[in-house]
């Protein structure tokens, strides 16, 4: 045996020492050096010495440059210790020596989705499929490069050719449940994360998951089922706490759903709060900073909290996104101060963020408002009357919510699926849409008057200060399931809200009104996907209103 194969025996055997002695032995030697570099490297990364091994790895290269096999081992440890952009150009260089190297083009395209980079990993994992066309693992790295990129449709197409390749694998089924997941189809979903379960029943992310497309089919309580279980199996895993947490709130277990909540802290890429988290105890002579987090209807939801916080402390800063701060400041009394995220530096203040209020109060399902929290100054309510119709039903109308949330393509509403609310005579709709959906006013059939207000509101880039001016001068709101049908609950206008089969947690599965807003009634959909049944409820609704009024 050679010292090099007696040095990589004790490297396996944990012998680091021994290893590093028979390692140098063999620098001397042109012809094992570069393999004695790299044995150096491996044994410094197994000590923790990762800018020595580094060093190493890279010496072995520099000295056998045509080796494959040490250029990606180089590659993935640049990967592994945070240097991405030198990681890429590691793998960049060996691509151009190996193109037809399936597991260069691989190891390249995941460093390049790692990086954000989409378009070239896209690329690059199109390459390695080229060069291994029966690789089950080439197509699920393509499929995994779309999904980053948006490209659901595609991913599933491509774990979909994985999965034929390699159909033992349960990895695969997991993969192709998540994109089917991303594309919206629930059920497809289901069925890949129970296939997966079938071949790995101790699959933790499989079995939430498969509560999370349960939960998209409208099957909550055999959702709660199969997330207790994940949970169970996967102690302590913040993704698995988090889905089992939306759960159990979508079905009103609200005490338990606050607490499990909390786990959103742990997810990846989750901000630090600054400063010293306050535990929701008295503490009378200090000042509490909250801060917005998530979407900006959660705000304007949350802001319900404030006034418990304020009863405990002497003092409460709300920092939320600089958009928020003018309609903010103008309409809302719970808060001594009101400053945009980043704005406010407080010392010895207590720190906590505003969907964390309900467990730090331990309010569990008592959360109910009996009246608006949230108003318009008469000066903006004037000024945007006169931009507003003064005969008929005055209907605000929104349907689309933010392209880049997850499940948006459940909860906003193609425009022309609403035609039969449109059409009831005495109504005069005012489109409060801002920036997505807009273009779809242009596809309504003639005859079809809706005025569009949004696109001239707020320019001056303070989000909802003129819409909720203009919402306080009309009669009524129908909207999807958006930051507007919060800032309307708040301030307490006339809002009737449509909601997907499978809504977002805080509307539950049932019922014709909601404990978040006394002034809002809700309109479900009866079968996924079909707007046009609820639009017709609606325009029953309509007609019955304008027959009242």
């Known amino acids: 045996m050679t010292s090099l194969q007696d040095a990589l025996a004790s490297l396996e055997a944990g012998d680091l020492g021994e290893a590093e002695r028979l390692s140098s032995l063999a620098l001397s030697e042109p012809a094992t050096r570069p393999d004695a570099l790299h044995l150096l490297g491996l044994t410094a990364l197994a000590r923790g010495e990762e800018a020595i091994a580094l060093r190493r790895m890279r010496e072995a290269v520099a000295a056998d440059p045509a080796n494959l096999d040490r250029q990606l081992d180089l590659g993935q440890l640049e990967l592994e210790s945070g240097e991405l952009e030198r990681a890429i150009d590691t793998f960049s260089e060996l691509a151009q020596k190996s193109p037809d190297a399936a597991i260069v083009q691989l190891a390249l395209g995941n460093a390049l989705k790692r990086a954000g980079r989409y378009p070239e990993a896209i690329a690059a994992h199109e390459r390695a499929v080229t060069a291994a066309p029966d690789a089950a693992l080439c197509w699920s790295d393509l499929a995994g490069s779309y999904l980053a990129s948006g490209e659901a449709l595609a991913a599933v197409a491509g774990l979909q050719h994985a999965v034929r390749l390699a159909p033992e694998e349960p990895e695969l089924w997991y993969n192709l449940g998540t994109a089917e997941l991303r594309a919206g189809h629930a059920d497809e979903a289901r069925e890949a994360f129970e296939t997966c379960l079938k071949r790995a029943p101790e699959h933790a992310r499989a079995a939430s998951n498969l509560g999370v497309a349960l939960k998209s089919c409208g099957q909550a309580d055999a959702a709660l089922e199969v997330q207790r279980r994940a949970v169970e199996l996967a102690e302590g895993d913040p993704e698995a706490q988090w889905n089992l947490a939306l759960t159990e709130m979508s079905l009103g277990l609200f005490e338990e759903g606050w607490a499990r909540y909390e786990h959103r802290k742990q997810l990846p890429g989750y901000p630090d709060l600054p400063g010293q988290a306050w535990d929701g105890s008295a503490a009378p002579e200090t000042t509490l900073v909250l801060h917005a987090e998530q979407g900006l209807g959660d705000t304007f939801m949350f802001l319900r909290f404030v006034a418990g916080a304020r009863a405990r402390v002497k003092r409460v800063v709300l920092s939320v996104p600089a958009k928020l701060v003018h309609v903010l400041r103008d309409g809302f009394t719970g808060a001594d101060q009101i400053v945009a995220e980043g704005d406010f530096i407080a010392m010895n203040a207590l720190h906590a963020r505003l969907p964390s209020l309900p467990h730090l109060l331990s309010v569990g399902g008592d959360f109910a408002v009996e009246e608006a929290y949230l108003d318009v100054p008469a000066a903006a309510r004037e000024h945007l009357a006169e931009r507003l119709p003064s005969e008929g039903l005055r209907v605000g109308l929104a349907w689309q919510g933010n392209p880049s949330y997850r499940a948006d393509h459940e909860r906003s509403i193609p425009l022309s699926d609403l035609e039969p609310a449109l059409r009831v005579p005495g109504t005069q709709f005012v489109s409060l849409q801002k920036y997505d959906g807009v273009e779809q006013l242009k596809t ?106």
Request: glycine share 10%; net charge negative; charged share 25%.
């Open 444 to 549: 309504l059939p003639i005859g079809l008057d809706v005025l569009d207000l949004g696109s001239s509101l707020d320019e001056s880039g303070d989000a909802f200060a003129e819409t909720a001016a203009a919402l306080m001068g009309l009669d009524l709101l129908l909207t999807s399931d958006s930051a507007i049908a919060h800032l309307a609950g708040a301030l307490g206008v006339d809002t009737w809200l449509l909601l997907a089969h499978a809504p977002d947690f805080r509307w539950g599965y049932e019922g014709a009104t909601t404990p978040w807003y006394p002034n809002m009634r809700v309109f479900r959909q009866s079968e996924r996907g079909d707007w046009r049944g609820v639009a017709e409820r609606v325009a029953s609704a309509l007609r019955e209103r304008v027959e009242d009024a």
